[in-house]
């Protein structure tokens, strides 16, 4: 008798502990769930689904880091979708930028890459008259493209004159590496492209090439002031028009 009610009294409570572990369970995570929920609660919740820009920037880009932050600022409010496409276009629309390049690391987190442009010729517009006016002053780049910042810096490139046509631009930048190579080791420290091709060579030798047969006459210049810099140097300070069929003419300078 004793052992049947053992029995029974162990049965009861097997099926009381049945029934409470689910319970008890449920508690649990109730619990756990609670507490995760008030320590991000007590913390920031937004600084998880801010976005994260990591920044490669070319060392030779005269914009601070700042600026170009306040440039995307508007574009990463999306944490969620980022446009990559939009970004890079926006990035790419300051003049100094050359190229940037966007990765993505993870959902809500970039990698932008900024190269800058190098500036290969100073630029001044020869359409201006004044100094107040916009768009005067500029700088070509390694690429043979005129862009025109905000913000200039000081360079000792060589000086670039012309019209502000793409098309002009381009062939002035093709011409000045030619021209340049031509005339080597002598270095031209201004280039003019109006209607005629107008060179200025250091220290201070200027030459008229006019529009057609520049190259030829470029070399006509060459030989005839290797050959006079043995007669005098007057001709380092000098002006070489080589526009004539069948010579030059030449007018030093004081």
């Known amino acids: 008798m004793e052992n049947k009610r053992t029995r029974e009294s162990n049965k009861r409570q097997k099926t009381s502990t049945q029934l409470f572990a689910p319970m008890a369970k449920i508690l649990l995570f109730l619990f756990i769930f609670g507490l995760i929920v008030w320590s991000i609660l007590k913390t920031d919740p937004t600084q998880f689904l801010e976005a994260e820009v990591s920044w490669n920037i070319d060392e030779k880009l005269p914009i601070n880091r700042t600026v170009l932050v306040d440039k995307i600022q508007p574009l990463i409010q999306d944490k969620y979708q980022l446009d990559l496409l939009q970004i890079k276009q926006v990035l790419e629309k300051d003049p100094w930028i050359e190229n940037a390049y966007i990765k993505r690391l993870f959902w809500n987190s970039i990698q932008i890459n900024i190269k800058s442009k190098e500036i290969m010729m100073r630029w001044e517009n020869i359409t201006c008259h004044s100094e107040n006016e916009k768009n005067c002053m500029g700088y ?97 300070k000098a002006v070489f028009d080589m526009r004539y069929p069948k010579g030059f003419s030449l007018r030093y300078l004081h």
Request: charge should be positive; hydrophobic fraction near 35%; proline fraction near 4%.
């Open 140 to 236: 070509i780049s390694t690429n043979g493209e005129l862009f025109i910042p905000k913000k200039m810096i000081e360079s000792t490139a060589v000086l670039a004159r012309s019209k502000p046509n793409k098309e002009i631009i381009f062939k002035l930048y093709q011409d000045y590496k030619e021209y340049q190579q031509q005339v080597s080791p002598m270095v031209i420290r201004s280039f003019s492209k109006t209607h005629i091709d107008r060179l200025i060579l250091e220290p201070n030798v200027e030459v008229i090439l006019g529009y057609q047969n520049q190259k030829d006459r470029l070399n006509k210049f060459i030989k005839a002031y290797q050959k006079l810099t043995k007669e005098t140097s007057k001709v380092k």
